[in-house]
């Protein structure tokens, strides 16, 4: 079992930054490739952004490319979502993810935190 965590989520301003944080216990992270989805109010839950185990590889959700890195740091058990040039469409609430598998984890993801709230006003 892997327990996540998220957290970093408010209230900006359209073109301002945020960065999210993802805190992982439980079986040793370092091992699970590590993703963001998000769900916007009425929509259903879509994938932003993935890393792989070993942080080489990202794949990233086309709108937000340039504007959104993950990263990891596994000696804090940490994933992180650092978001710039917010917009108002990226209003959701995000949630945390993880799975062994680097293809799994970008579609049904074994395990999920509870989310946390990003507001984007223009």
């Known amino acids: 079992q892997v327990q996540l965590v998220e957290s970093g989520g408010g209230l900006v301003q359209a073109g301002d930054s945020l960065r999210l944080s993802c805190a992982a216990s439980?079986?040793?992270?370092?091992?699970?490739?590590m993703a963001w989805f998000r769900q916007a109010p009425g929509k259903e839950r879509e994938f932003v952004a993935a890393?792989?185990?070993?942080?080489?590889?990202?794949y990233y959700l086309e709108s937000v490319k340039g504007r959104f890195t993950i990263s990891r740091d596994d000696r804090l058990s940490t994933v992180y979502l650092q978001m710039n040039s917010l917009k108002p469409e990226d209003t959701a609430v995000y949630y945390c993810?993880?799975?062994?598998?680097?293809?799994?984890?970008?579609?049904?993801?074994?395990?999920w935190g509870q989310g946390t709230q990003v507001t984007v006003s223009s």
């Open positions: 993810a993880a799975d062994g598998s680097r293809y799994n984890v970008q579609y049904t993801p074994a395990y």
């Open positions: 439980g079986r040793t992270s370092s091992n699970y490739a």
């Open positions: 890393i792989t185990s070993s942080g080489v590889n990202t």
